[in-house]
């Protein structure tokens, strides 16, 4: 196992932990109603495009460092989960930004004209239906997930090594899932840009 990283101290990094993931999640229920009204001069959509990269990318490291971890490979293992998260702060900057300048896109609404007809509705099918229950699954995983991981990385970065293991064992299948259906939700909502 590795040596501590950070010193122990559970109140202050509780408090740090749940401040940090509500002011987060304030943050992104606030700003993902606003839109700003001004050309930045390139499709605001590649916003969204670099969230399904980062997610993508996410997925693979969260394989590699759990692979890492299983070979006893705890150094790769350390670095792997941290570029992890901090990738996940980058998606979370995009994800703001994708928000706040490109306003929502309506699954299906093919003229996007921001109202789903019965027309557009038959045409997406089931498809439009499979979208929705990926979504009702991937908001409210995503919203819990980043006190999970913070959490677990503070009790392996103090050498909690059992209580990071325990940790893991909730925090690494949300969190791969939510990268996982972050990228499906793009792909199915992409065609909607305009």
């Not at 101290?9 to 999640?25: E, G, R």
């Not at 991981?149 to 949300?174: N, Q, S």
Request: hydrophobic share 55%.
């Amino acid at each position: 196992m590795l040596e501590p990283s950070l010193e122990k101290n559970d109140s202050k990094a509780k408090l740090l932990i749940w401040t940090v993931s509500i002011v987060v999640f304030a943050a992104v229920v606030f700003l993902v109603n606003i839109k700003f009204n001004f050309n930045l001069g390139f499709n605001v959509h590649v916003f969204a495009e670099a969230n399904a990269i980062i997610n993508s990318i996410v997925a693979f490291l969260l394989i590699a460092g759990l692979i890492a971890a299983k070979q006893q490979n705890y150094v790769l293992h350390k670095k792997i989960m941290l570029a992890a998260i901090v990738l996940s702060v980058l998606f979370l900057v995009s994800y703001i930004c994708h928000h706040l300048f490109a306003g929502e896109t309506r699954f299906g609404d093919l003229n996007h004209d921001g109202i789903l007809s019965d027309d557009e509705k038959a045409k997406t099918g089931a498809a439009r239906y499979i979208y929705y229950f990926i979504l009702a699954t991937h908001i409210p995983l995503a919203a819990i997930i980043l006190p999970f991981v913070l959490f677990t990385a503070y009790r392996a970065l103090i050498g909690e090594y059992d209580k990071h293991k325990k940790l893991v064992r909730i925090t690494w299948p949300i969190w791969f899932y939510v990268a996982v259906t972050g990228v499906i939700v793009y792909l199915m909502i992409a065609p909607y840009y305009h």
